[in-house]
């Protein structure tokens, strides 16, 4: 089977991971637990060969993992993550919808379009790795492109959904191809005029420091961060910073901070806990 067919096939049985790798049979990922795959794989090392870029080439040879996402045939994208190990070479593959999806079906709470409506501060989407943070941070996106004339910029790693600019100007940038850094991509940020910044992730506590900027600057800026709870992201946040700084942290995020949505999955059901401040 080609990509595009295990695609097709993988969403018939409501799949959201594949696991290629030329050393075992495929696997994937359906409502939550693993499975072996009931396709043949294709070569894991061609399919590498054939979607990287010469840019993405070099990083793939330089350090052995690379992420990355992929357009197959129409409008389906894939996220992945190449890696290699003591077997080989593998491949894990997120389906991405084919489209945007918008607040209501992904169920946020009410208040988000409200939040949306802010000049400026900081709105947070937590939750563990794979609950879905960047598909609510695209239906985001899409809300405001329908209801705002804003000027939007996304920093990414990788760019997962591809916005068309309708009300909203947006520009998307990935880190490693069009900035080095999330914190190098959010500095040139605040000199291109945007009233949106979407941030993939916020890693380190430079680029925190520049997310907290510019949310008290006259930007609203909608982050991801890797925790299980509301309150573990205000402190996950202050403790990036050393002793001498976490007061005044504290202070920016007093100001600042409009909300934080943390968001879990069990099997295919998406939930919310509370977390607007």
């Not at 080609?2 to 096939?9: A, F, G, K, S, Y």
């Not at 988000?112 to 000049?119: C, D, G, I, Q």
Request: with cysteine.
């Amino acid at each position: 089977m080609n990509m595009e067919e295990i695609v097709t096939l993988s969403v018939k049985h409501n799949v959201s991971d594949l696991h290629l790798c030329n050393a075992w049979p495929a696997r994937w990922r359906k409502q939550g637990r693993m499975e072996t795959a009931p396709f043949t794989a294709p070569d894991v090392d061609r399919l590498l060969l054939d979607w990287l870029n010469d840019a993405q080439q070099y990083q793939w040879r330089t350090h052995g993992q690379l992420d990355f996402a992929v357009s197959l045939s129409g409008t389906r994208r894939l996220r992945a993550s190449a890696f290699t190990h003591q077997q080989g070479t593998s491949l894990a593959l997120r389906l991405l919808p084919e489209r945007c999806p918008d607040l209501a079906e992904i169920q946020t709470p009410p208040i988000v379009p409200a939040l949306l409506a802010s000049e400026n501060g900081l709105i947070l989407v937590t939750g563990a790795t794979g609950c879905g943070k960047s598909t609510t941070l695209a239906a985001m996106v899409g809300h405001l492109n329908q209801h705002a004339d804003k000027h939007i910029l996304t920093l990414e790693d990788p760019i997962e959904y591809r916005y068309t600019s309708k009300r909203c100007l947006i520009q998307q940038r990935e880190i490693g191809q069009h900035c080095a850094t999330f914190a190098a991509g959010l500095r040139a940020a605040l000199r291109e005029d945007p009233d949106v910044i979407l941030l993939g992730e916020l890693r380190d506590s430079e680029t925190i420091r520049l997310a907290l900027t510019a949310a008290e600057t006259g930007h609203l800026v909608l982050a991801t961060l890797h925790t299980r709870g509301a309150a573990q992201a205000v402190e996950r946040l202050v403790d990036s910073f050393p002793a001498q700084e976490k007061e005044p942290v504290r202070s920016q995020l007093a100001g600042s901070l409009r909300a934080v949505l943390s968001q879990k999955t069990g099997g295919r059901q998406t939930g919310w806990a509370r977390g607007v401040v």
